[in-house]
T-cell receptor
Framework: SQTIHQWPATLVQPVGSPLSLECTVEGTSNPNLYWYRQAAGRGLQLLFYSVGIGQISSEVPQNLSASRPQDRQFILSSKKLLLSDSGFYLC??????????FGPGTRLLVL | GQNIDQPTEMTATEGAIVQINCTYQTSGFNGLFWYQQHAGEAPTFLSYNVLDGLEEKGRFSSFLSRSKGYSYLLLKELQMKDSASYLCAVREGGGKLIFGQGTELSVKP
């Protein structure tokens, strides 16, 4: 079965600083990978998804970007963080049998 | 447009049965998911329905009616640990999941 790793688990960053969140997947190959954000008390919002290396689709215009340098690695980045970027960031992997699993998440607080 | 509606919160008693409803209007449909999310944790997968009918898995069951754009999650023999947020999500093309806002379930003794 697949395992999704995310780091860091928690991050506190000042406004205007850069960001890099990493997601890696084990136990599967050529997965569809997703980045979601959950603001406090809100539902999950899809940010980016990738069907393969170097292929990124953006769902919401914003100051975030994503990259997929390797088959099982998905990175979320920002050059300058905003206060509104605070939230719970979740990486997810989709299996062809119809199940989507989430990683443990990264809690980001921008001050 | 895309719209997924769930009640914001529900309260039930330990040992009872509770039904959480979800209605959806989406541009595409490739299945409906239910997830459980405890405070501060990532969502965990509960069920997946792609055909009409009832899927049963232990104390949890999920129902889908595609013609009505409707699903429900049924929790039986409620336990205190079932207190959590329950998320309904519809899969569109490309495996993308569109989530509702979630239903906060409180189980009381």
């Amino acid at each position: 079965s697949q395992t999704i790793h995310q780091w860091p688990a928690t991050l506190v960053q000042p406004v205007g600083s850069p960001l890099s969140l990493e997601c890696t997947v084990e136990g599967t190959s050529n997965p569809n990978l997703y980045w979601y954000r959950q603001a406090a008390g809100r539902g999950l919002q899809l940010l980016f998804y990738s069907v393969g290396i170097g292929q990124i689709s953006s769902e919401v215009p914003q100051n975030l970007s994503a990259s997929r340098p390797q088959d099982r690695q998905f990175i979320l980045s920002s050059k300058k963080l905003l206060l509104s970027d605070s939230g719970f960031y979740l990486c997810a992997c989709f299996e062809t049998v119809g199940t989507q699993y989430f990683g443990p998440g990264t809690r980001l607080l921008v001050l | 447009g895309q719209n997924i509606d769930q009640p914001t919160e529900m309260t039930a008693t330990e040992g009872a049965i509770v039904q959480i409803n979800c209605t959806y209007q989406t541009s595409g449909f490739n299945g409906l998911f239910w997830y459980q999310q405890h405070a501060g944790e990532a969502p965990t997968f509960l069920s997946y329905n792609v055909l009409d009918g009832l899927e049963e898995k232990g104390r949890f069951s999920s129902f889908l009616s595609r013609s009505k754009g409707y699903s429900y999650l049924l929790l039986k023999e409620l336990q205190m640990k079932d207190s959590a947020s329950y998320l309904c999500a519809v899969r569109e093309g490309g495996g993308k999941l569109i989530f509702g806002q979630g239903t906060e379930l409180s189980v009381k003794p």
